[in-house]
């Protein structure tokens, strides 16, 4: 679906999940991540672009692992320390993963896909059309239900900076494996905040398109 396409449904507020494709589990397993290999820090800084141009075919179940892990996984155990910063340590930031066969949530503590609904939501991801055909479409969404230490006026730019933090650190995994990725804020919010099902005290923040290069 085009652009153009994409506002006038959005206009007449008919920008809706579409039928999913594929086996959608409860609980969707994620390999353990690999935490070696990949490039050097400085050289993936230089290869870090954004790229929109994506090929359709599925990530490897290790290559989604490791996305995810780099996102916003744990990597202190034994403090629940997270690979991305968060303010009082809040955790306000939730990761849904949009895929064909539904849209899941990330649990960073048991490393797994929780399913939130049936629905390919990934068109109404954004207004671009690549959404539509790239395997994932990552949305960052902030819970200010957890922010109750922080400053009601500071909340929004605390979750804010905690997302851009998970989305570099998406870039810079995709960088070092040679994935293309691309940050978008161009997005329905009412559209997708409805066909993802949010809350009032739940606010979308930024989606990230990751896959293949075309």
Excluded at 75 to 80: A, D, M, Q, T, V
Excluded at 152 to 158: F, P
Aim: proline fraction near 5%; aromatic fraction near 6%.
């Amino acid at each position: 679906m085009n652009t153009l396409t994409k506002l006038a449904l959005g206009l007449l507020g008919q920008s809706v999940a579409r039928d999913s494709t594929g086996e959608a589990l409860a609980t969707l397993a994620l390999l353990p991540p690999q935490l070696d290999g990949g490039l050097p820090l400085m050289q993936a800084l230089q290869r870090r672009e954004s790229q929109r141009e994506f090929s359709s075919s599925v990530l490897p179940a290790q290559t989604l692992s490791n996305l995810l892990w780099a996102a916003a996984g744990v990597n202190r155990p034994e403090l629940g320390g997270r690979t991305a910063p968060s303010a009082m340590n809040a955790q306000e930031v939730d990761l849904y993963v949009a895929l064909p066969e539904g849209l899941y949530r990330y649990d960073a503590g048991a490393h797994c896909l929780k399913l939130l609904q049936t629905k390919d939501v990934r068109p109404v991801t954004g207004y671009q059309d690549f959404v539509d055909t790239a395997p994932l479409d990552l949305v960052f969404v902030a819970d200010y239900r957890r922010m109750k230490l922080v400053p009601a006026k500071q909340r929004g730019a605390y979750a804010n900076a905690a997302a851009g933090a998970m989305a570099q650190n998406v870039y810079l995994y995709c960088a070092s494996i040679g994935l293309a990725t691309v940050i978008r804020a161009w997005i329905d919010r009412e559209a997708l905040a409805k066909a993802m099902g949010l809350t009032q005290d739940e606010e979308l923040l930024l989606a990230q398109t990751v896959g293949l290069p075309a």
